[in-house]
């Protein structure tokens, strides 16, 4: 554990994040009810929240966005 100006920052190899990135994809697109975007929506501010702490490229942020708003449109247009 490293601390960087008062702050506990838990070392994260790029692999960890890469991993967590992908999962949260793949849970994102697998979707197919609102129940579940609602929890892979949960499940995209508990990444942020984790990887904020510690530090991420911004446009991770937005693809997660982007994929769950994309998967929202085609699980409307399927029900």
């Keep these: 554990m490293l601390i960087n100006h008062n702050k506990v920052v838990m070392p994260l190899t790029n692999q960890s994040l890469e991993n967590s ?17 609602e929890g892979a929506s949960r499940m995209v501010k508990n990444f942020k929240n984790l990887y ?20 929202y449109i085609i699980t409307r247009c399927q029900l």
């Excluded at 990135?21 to 975007?37: E, F, G, H, P």
């Design 21 to 37: 990135y992908n999962k949260t994809i793949l849970v994102i697109k697998s979707c197919k009810t609102k129940i579940q975007l």
């Design 52 to 71: 904020n702490k510690v530090g991420y490229p911004k446009t991770i942020s937005y693809s997660l966005d982007e994929t769950l708003k994309q998967q």
